[in-house]
């Protein structure tokens, strides 16, 4: 899983505890951290970096205000979820027969995964008992879904894979040896992209084979210091990898790693960071991008390089405001969220040929740092995602169009 902008002075944190997925290598170990009091997944995190970058061919795109197109709701509450404040549920993958996979917490502040078939049965599980914090990040059609757990006996934070007859894998980002290891993607091959952090505070990416052997994935240029690095945030059928490095001086680049190994890295002309978020199976990326007032902005990148910037037409212009897209379909639909002016969040819906809709799930909180986020969009543009009511309780939803 993956998106953005400095955190520590804004962090609340869970009672279980913290950990920075994808800001500096973090000080204590939890499974994931809140920022503005809402969990951030390793591709909801990120760094807000100012700094010039390398020149890209950049098309930009004025975007025209347009009403969602009629929708229909499915809200997900795992039935052993909490009711507070900061409890919940949230749906993280959609697959084509719209069967959800995400993650609750329940009462005691623990995390669950599940997943959900589209008629509403849920498979509840956890990689090593219920205290073992297992969040799900990702999965495939195939019914394989991937995310981090807590080792009880070590006290690290590692990866598993569990696959759809409920046999479970769990591995080392490093092999052995890592600080909390993130896995972010897994394509139909079971091969699953991610990172962890070394001794010295880096995040170093690794790729995980179907077999469990495991390439290191360190971009050249990446820095080694606490706060730097590699982070791997999606993976297409063709073993292509999308992401982004922090280099030795804290600038923030794009990359895209080819099956061969080779890298390319990119920026947004003018951009004071890039993050490579989502990739389809056609070598289309999206990703966000943050300006010199620290607000994000959606990029799409065709398979040539060719980079088309948007906005959410009701998406705020202040620092940490703006458009965060996840994931892109086959058919280039995008998906995310945006926070507005008034520090709300909402999600959108971006088709290929621009056209953007804004929506809010049914129940969605309206006040500051609440609201509706999309998160995953399947072939036939349903979303999934999450919103936090205004009593700060979180619900998993499907958007079907």
């Excluded at 599940?114 to 849920?122: A, C, D, P």
């Excluded at 495939?140 to 070590?154: C, F, H």
Aim: hydrophobic fraction near 35%.
């Amino acid at each position: 899983m993956k998106p953005t902008h400095a955190i520590a002075a804004f962090m609340l944190t869970a009672s279980v505890g913290i950990a920075p997925a994808l800001a500096a290598a973090p000080l204590m170990q939890g499974p994931l951290y809140l920022r503005f009091g809402r969990p951030v997944l390793p591709r909801l995190a990120g760094l807000a970096m100012m700094h010039p970058n390398k020149p890209a061919s950049v098309a930009g795109v004025k975007q025209q205000p347009a009403k969602a197109p009629p929708a229909s709701f499915t809200i997900i509450d795992d039935p052993a979820a909490g009711t507070a404040s900061n409890q919940g549920t949230f749906a993280i993958w959609v697959d084509s027969n719209s069967g959800a996979t995400g993650f609750y917490i329940d009462s005691a502040d623990n995390y669950h995964s599940y997943f959900r078939t589209s008629g509403g049965i849920f498979t509840n599980f956890d990689v090593n008992g219920p205290d073992s914090q297992t969040i799900a990040h990702w999965a495939n059609e195939k019914g394989t879904i991937i995310g981090d757990y807590l080792d009880t006996n070590s006290g690290q934070y590692e990866g598993f894979l569990r696959k759809a007859n409920g046999t479970i894998q769990t591995f080392d980002g490093a092999g052995s040896g890592s600080h909390y290891t993130v896995p972010v993607s897994v394509n139909g091959g079971n091969t699953t992209v991610g990172y962890y952090y070394d001794d010295n505070g880096a995040s170093r990416g690794f790729l995980r084979a179907r077999d469990g052997a495991i390439t290191p994935m360190d971009e050249p240029h990446a820095g080694l210091g606490a706060g730097q690095g590699t982070i791997p945030q999606d993976l297409n059928a063709t073993g292509i990898t999308v992401g982004y490095y922090v280099d030795s001086s804290y600038v923030v680049h794009a990359f895209v790693r080819a099956a061969d190994g080779s890298f390319a890295e990119f920026d947004v002309n003018g951009a004071a960071d890039t993050q490579g978020i989502g990739i389809n199976n056609r070598g289309w990326i999206t990703g966000d991008y943050t300006d010199s007032n620290a607000a994000d902005h959606g990029f799409l990148r065709d398979p040539t390089g060719i980079i088309t910037t948007f906005d959410a037409p009701d998406a705020g212009t202040g620092s940490d405001q703006g458009t965060v897209p996840i994931e892109l379909n086959m058919h280039r639909s995008t998906a995310g969220w945006y926070l507005d002016a008034s520090n709300v969040y909402h999600g959108f819906l971006r088709l290929k040929n621009g056209s953007i809709a804004e929506f809010d799930a049914t129940g969605s909180g309206t006040g500051q740092y609440l609201g509706t986020s999309g998160y995953d969009i399947n072939r036939y543009n349903v979303i999934a995602g999450w919103d936090q009511d205004d009593n700060g309780v979180y619900h998993g939803f499907l958007r079907t169009p």
